[in-house]
């Protein structure tokens, strides 16, 4: 069984940090690129940060570059994703995928294996 499961979301005021949890299980985590995506309320779902590998190649939507770094720990079968600077616009649920790089560009549910997301609520 593929599961991947999100946590240490929470609310945070503006300019604040916050570090996302993912704990992946069901699959070998180094055969899949792990990432994060988010959807704010009428929104389209996008995408945030991809990590092909924990030591490697990553990407960062230009939304968020400089503020988050996403990272990963083997021995714990997670990937994180740290915060900072946090502004309102980066209020949304955040969702853990793995596939992120297939994902990156159109990031449906219908393909790839997905957390359940969990809320980042930014406040003034």
């Known amino acids: 069984e593929v599961r991947l499961v999100e946590s240490g979301g929470g609310t945070v005021q503006a300019g604040g940090s916050l570090t996302l949890s993912c704990e992946v299980s069901?699959?070998?985590?180094?055969?899949?690129?792990i990432g994060w995506f988010r959807q704010a309320p009428g929104k389209e779902r996008e995408a945030v940060a991809c990590?092909?590998?924990?030591?490697?190649?990553?990407d960062y939507s230009d939304s968020v570059k400089g503020r988050f770094t996403i990272s990963g720990d083997y021995a714990k079968n997670t990937v994180y994703l740290q915060m900072t600077r946090l502004e309102m616009s980066d209020t949304a649920v955040y969702y853990c995928?793995?596939?992120?790089?297939?994902?990156?560009?159109?990031?449906?549910?219908?393909?790839?294996?997905w957390g359940q997301g969990i809320q980042v609520t930014v406040s003034s």
């Open positions: 069901g699959f070998t985590f180094d055969d899949y690129a």
């Open positions: 995928a793995a596939d992120c790089d297939d994902l990156w560009r159109r990031p449906t549910t219908d393909f790839g294996s």
């Open positions: 990590m092909s590998n924990p030591s490697d190649s990553t």
